[in-house]
């Protein structure tokens, strides 16, 4: 079972194979291919640092902490109609998604993300409503 925060399952959406630095892209690699092979991956959904933040480099501030990620995380979940200490698994996240989430709400809930410009996770978003699934990485 992978423990993961609200802003990480909109993050798995768009993910392309980039990342922080190698040891964060092998991380979420692996689990956004464990994911994708296997929806049926059981998934507790935590507050705070999961096993993505694990990785995240930490030149200094620790942005898994910041309080604009945990707004991030609240309004992602209330969006998706999904609670922390839930365990479901990923298919069950994916259905949420297709019923509860349109790709434009990418941006306002992660207005300030930095990957956001790159419209990878409206893509992907896209792509889990019409019931493809994660895209494979290349």
């Known amino acids: 079972m992978y423990k993961l925060r609200g802003h990480h399952l909109f993050c798995l959406l768009g993910y392309r194979g980039m990342g922080y630095s190698q040891e964060f892209v092998a991380n979420m690699t692996r689990l956004h291919q464990t994911l994708r092979d296997n929806p049926k991956t059981w998934v507790e959904l935590v ?9 995240y480099p930490n030149p200094g501030e620790y942005h898994c902490q910041g309080s604009h990620i ?3 995380d609240a309004a992602i979940l209330a969006k998706l109609g999904l609670k922390i200490g839930q365990i479901l698994k990923w298919e069950d996240i994916e259905s949420h998604i297709r019923n509860h989430v349109v790709p434009s709400d990418i941006q306002v809930v992660c207005e300030t993300c930095s990957w956001r410009s790159y419209g990878v996770c409206e893509e992907g978003m896209q792509e889990i409503i019409e019931g493809k699934g994660l895209r494979k990485i290349q």
Do not use: H, Q, T, V
């Open 70 to 72: 945990y707004e991030r």
């Open 47 to 55: 507050k705070g640092p999961d096993c993505l933040c694990e990785k």
